[in-house]
């Protein structure tokens, strides 16, 4: 017997049935023979033994019981009556299981985010070793890490110590001739061990060795799969081939695997060829740096020895390296640093809103358990067991938990594509990852599951503890109403209401910081005019329009430009070489005559940018002081620069600096410039980042292959990209367009995750409300029918309607004020989490934090008026007599 | 008193009355711990058969459908091995509470 015969009894449920009915009609039949033979007649004898049976139905259950084995076969039973139950309360189950849907979809739908984005494991070889390593010159006012020197990069690989390998690499965009349309192809070039850090081999082909990656070198190329299937039509021969990259020939070595996408975008991979004498360039600072760490070495104890080794540098070549800072980046924050808080928070506001769910659900729930007294003292009259009603009301539970569940999964699944909305792909040197899809997959089903199972546990939590309470006061044959478990019931569905009162005002107020924040970066301003604006960068191949033919580059400039406004529909027309939100800028060094040269020999640093004199008028940027730059400012006049606002504040910031000249140069080759303006700030980085000192330059007297026309439309921007292109091409059909893009769009991503997060978060702080709402109304209205008599007889004795509706509003409100201060409390605790969120807003406003407690009192006073009105409404005849 | 003192002592009715009459169906245990009390002891039905049931599971006791003396089929009960061991145990168990509350009850 035992587990087997448990087992058995499974299979043959009805077998057994039948078999315990013979038996129990055994007895009586053995009883009946008895008493009749003692000289009772049957029929007399039947009904004795009868009543002295009891209930055979409750006794077949009761062995039945007996006999459940493993407890599946009751499980089942329990869930079709959790089932029945639920159907004669539909309200009641429909209320619950959407509010959970919500829920758990919200927390569902940031999961797989999350999941997709940071738990997503990398697929580098023991990637936790993986670093880049920056560099900064907070010295020279640049604070950003940025690329390295190759003279820094010699001495750190020979001196640090820390690192197990160690790899140069640099942007190296390239054109593609030959094969279809011209192509602009963003390249990386890498040196050999760069891939082999990352652990990563090609699909096809081979890596090039060390031997290989020389100045002089072969060339030879790594496609990308992505290039390699488009471009190529993924030719199974494609390795050995040779293509044409910027007029030379290429020999293609192999094809990087499909789901390679380090750094992302990078379309091939060209040997890095650092030539020996780079090793002792410590100005130009181009040099990507991916390292190893040595094993047991942490990325913070490689930043402070690297710092070390840099110090020393610093001492010996202060014009280069004085107050340079090394920041040493594992490798995921590289990928996802900026979006990594932004979606904790989020994840953190659907977990606040899960837990209001599952006290509201609980709080329904300790209601509808206090309904069912009748219920419990009947099913335990039955013979049910204290053990059986207890997993019966679990199962209750979870039979609504488990549709809430699928209902919530469904949610997150529709909801994911919106969460797209989060990674924009136009910003460059964003550190959010590119990401294509938020696949609703295994992992995240199994946080689902999770999330359904903590609900049924939290909100079957209190109403349980209730239905074992009454389940010992029936035993004990206490009566069931009004005794002690209902008033604890009463203050246990008020705690469930502050509780919810208190996660809602700390929902409230994150939402309220950080729409505010985005209210006030929308509204910071760029410092040009974004709409009907398009951008259109190229690069001009360096093959046919070399440094040396710096006419070339101007007359190509000219041209376009002029073909530009000559289409209908265009107002004006400037150019530039950096455009603004589009994450690429260069900076330069400068001096101003007349002053002191620094102890350093190198000046101080500013971004450089180029501009044609239709710029600033196109961009509706205003110039502030003297004049902008004009067509008479060419090659063979007097080179002029213009700087902005915050390069003047910041080193003119008492006198006049139109007049003044700007070396930059070097102390032994100076270069100098007169400046003749100064525009007003554009925010080149984002509305919510700080604008650097910037010189300007015109690209006549400047020419520089990188090139964004800016063209101000009377229409539609988006609606011009097609003539833009004619355009350019009617200059130069063999030239590849890198981005056209109209600016509204660009400066739209660049709040990407701003935007999004606060629709998230103030979606969430709103579904916190209404169920706070809910909450409210629920137990305000349970608490009045509870009531009913105690109010009779208050009115009866003399009090007026308006006490009864102040009485109720006032405990209404007496809930909202504890829950109001104890949410306080939470979120003064916890904003300063919301921190990469907030701009310009402290995370302790008064004002939002005074409003968001405002605003919930409200809501909290509406959801129990109606309540209120129905107490002041009662009848007092009725209500004593129903007593 | 707790449901599972009383659990117990049904247990150890049962389980004697098997060790002494051997092999019994539902009914005559009912009989013959009423008689074996001196008609102290009523065993509730209600409670018998869930209690046969359990102790069945257990592997205490096992069961056959036979027929009785006048020819009506019935479920008849025994003891197993199992079932002698336990009954030393709960018997053992029993005296002790016994002692116990009397003690308990003559103490001053």
């Known amino acids: 017997m035992g587990w087997l015969q448990r087992i058995r009894n499974l299979g043959r449920r009805d077998a057994v049935d039948a078999e315990i009915a013979a038996e129990l009609q055994s007895h009586i039949d053995l009883a009946v023979e008895e008493a009749v033979r003692a000289g009772m007649s049957e029929d007399e004898a039947r009904r004795a033994a009868r009543l002295r049976f009891g209930n055979p139905a409750a006794v077949k259950e009761t062995t039945m019981e007996a006999d459940a084995a493993l407890g599946i076969d009751g499980v089942w039973r329990d869930v079709r009556f959790a089932v029945r139950q639920l159907k004669r309360s539909p309200g009641f189950a429909v209320t619950v299981i959407a509010t959970l849907a919500l829920g758990i979809g919200a927390n569902t739908a940031i999961f797989s985010a999350v999941k997709a984005v940071l738990l997503a494991p990398l697929p580098y070889k023991d990637s936790g070793r993986i670093v880049a390593v920056w560099t900064s010159k907070p010295a020279r006012g640049e604070s950003e890490p940025s690329a390295s020197s190759p003279g820094d990069f010699a001495v750190w690989k020979q001196k640090a110590g820390v690192f197990e390998d160690m790899a140069p690499s640099y942007d190296d965009e390239m054109t593609l001739t030959g094969s279809g349309s011209p192509q602009f192809l963003i390249g990386y070039a890498v040196s050999a061990n760069y891939l082999s850090i990352l652990g990563v081999a090609p699909a096809m082909g081979r890596l090039y060795t060390d031997e290989e990656d020389r100045p002089g070198g072969p060339p030879v190329v790594l496609l990308s799969d992505h290039l390699w299937r488009t471009t190529f039509d993924g030719d199974p021969e494609i390795v050995g081939k040779a293509i044409t990259l910027d007029g030379k020939r290429y020999t293609v070595l192999g094809v990087m695997p499909r789901a390679f996408n380090y750094p992302t975008s990078v379309q091939i991979w060209t040997p890095s060829a650092l030539t020996p004498s780079a090793s002792s360039d410590f100005s130009h600072t181009f040099v990507r740096i991916l390292a190893r760490l040595k094993p047991g070495v942490s990325a913070a104890t490689a930043q402070a020895a690297l710092n070390r080794v840099e110090a020393q540098v610093a001492a010996a070549r202060p014009d280069t390296d004085h107050g340079n800072r090394v920041v040493v980046t594992p490798l995921r924050e590289q990928l996802d640093g900026d979006i990594r808080m932004p979606l904790l928070i989020l994840l953190g506001a659907a977990g606040l809103v899960l837990l209001i769910a599952c006290a509201n659900t609980a709080g329904l729930g300790l209601a509808r358990a206090a309904e069912r007294h009748a219920e419990v003292a009947v099913r335990l009259a039955l013979g049910a067991t204290r053990t059986h009603l207890v997993r019966q009301f679990m199962t209750e539970s979870l039979v609504l938990a488990i549709p809430g569940g699928m209902g919530g999964v469904l949610l997150a699944w529709a909801g994911t594509h919106s969460l797209l909305r989060l990674f924009p792909t136009d910003v460059a040197n964003l550190r959010i990852p590119v990401v294509q899809a938020i696949p609703v997959d295994r992992g995240v089903l199994l946080f689902a599951l999770g999330a359904t199972v903590l609900s049924a546990v939290l909100s079957g939590l209190a109403p349980l503890w209730r239905v074992a ?70 690069l001009l191949p360096l093959n046919r329009y070399p440094s040396s033919n710096p006419q070339k580059r101007q007359q190509f400039t000219e041209n376009v430009l002029l073909a530009m406004v000559a289409k209908p529909g265009v107002l004006m027309a400037g150019a530039t070489n950096y455009e603004p939100l589009s994450g690429f800028w260069g900076t330069t060094n400068f001096l101003v005559r007349g002053d002191a040269v620094p102890a350093l020999g190198v000046g101080p640093e500013a971004d450089d940018r180029l501009i044609t004199p239709g710029y600033f008028a196109t961009m509706h940027i205003p110039v502030l002081r003297g004049r902008g730059f004009t067509a008479a400012d060419r090659t063979g006049s007097e080179p002029v620069a213009m700087i902005n606002e915050t390069f003047a504040k910041e080193y003119f910031p008492s006198r006049d600096p139109v007049g003044l000249e700007l070396n930059l140069g070097s102390g032994q080759k100076p270069n100098w410039w007169r400046i003749v303006g100064v525009a007003a700030d554009v925010k080149s980085f984002g509305r919510d980042q700080p604008t650097h000192a910037e010189i300007f330059r015109t690209l006549e007297q400047v020419p520089f292959p990188l090139i964004a026309f800016n063209v101000r439309t009377r229409v539609d921007a988006a609606a011009f990209v097609k003539p833009a292109e004619e355009a350019l091409w009617s200059v130069d059909p063999d030239l590849p367009i890198f981005q056209a893009i109209p600016m509204e769009e660009l400066a739209s991503q660049t709040l990407a995750v701003r935007r999004a997060s606060s629709a998230l978060v103030a979606g969430f702080a709103g579904l916190a409300l209404v169920l706070a709402c809910i909450g409210i109304y629920g137990v305000m209205a349970y608490a009045v029918t509870q009531r009913r008599a105690e109010i009779g007889v208050r009115l009866a004795l003399g009090a007026q309607r308006g006490d009864v509706l102040r009485m109720v509003l006032g405990s209404g409100l007496r809930l909202a004020l504890i829950g109001v201060l104890i949410g306080l409390a939470g979120a003064l605790a916890s904003s300063r989490l919301l921190h990469s969120l907030l701009f310009q807003v402290s995370a302790i406003n008064p004002f939002i934090f005074a409003a968001a407690a405002a605003a919930l009192i409200g809501v909290c006073l509406a959801a129990a008026y109606l309540p209120a009105r129905r107490a002041a409404a009662i009848d007092p005849m009725r209500a004593l007599r129903a007593e | 008193m707790a449901k599972n003192d009383l659990q117990g002592t049904l247990d150890l009715l049962v389980l004697k009355t098997l060790a002494q009459m051997g092999r019994l169906h539902g009914y005559g245990i009912v009989q013959h711990i009423h008689r074996a009390s001196d008609d102290l002891l009523r065993v509730e039905e209600g409670s018998l058969y869930p209690a046969l049931h359990r102790m069945e599971q257990s592997g205490w006791i096992g069961s056959e459908w036979a027929l009785t003396e006048t020819g009506r089929k019935a479920k008849y009960y025994k003891l197993t091995v199992a079932g002698k061991k336990r009954l030393e145990a709960a018997e053992k168990d029993f005296e002790e509470l016994v002692r116990g509350v009397r003690a308990m009850l003559r103490y001053a």
């Open chain 1, 469 to 538: 309470r009454a389940a010992d006061a029936a035993r004990m044959k206490e009566s069931a109403r009004g005794t002690t478990a209902g008033a604890a019931s009463n203050r246990m569905r008020s705690a469930m209401v502050i509780v919810e009162v208190a996660l809602s005002l700390m929902l409230l107020t994150a939402a309220g910081l950080i729409v505010a924040s985005f209210e006030k970066a929308m509204n910071a301003g760029l410092g040009f005019e974004p709409d009907h604006l398009l951008s259109i960068e190229v």
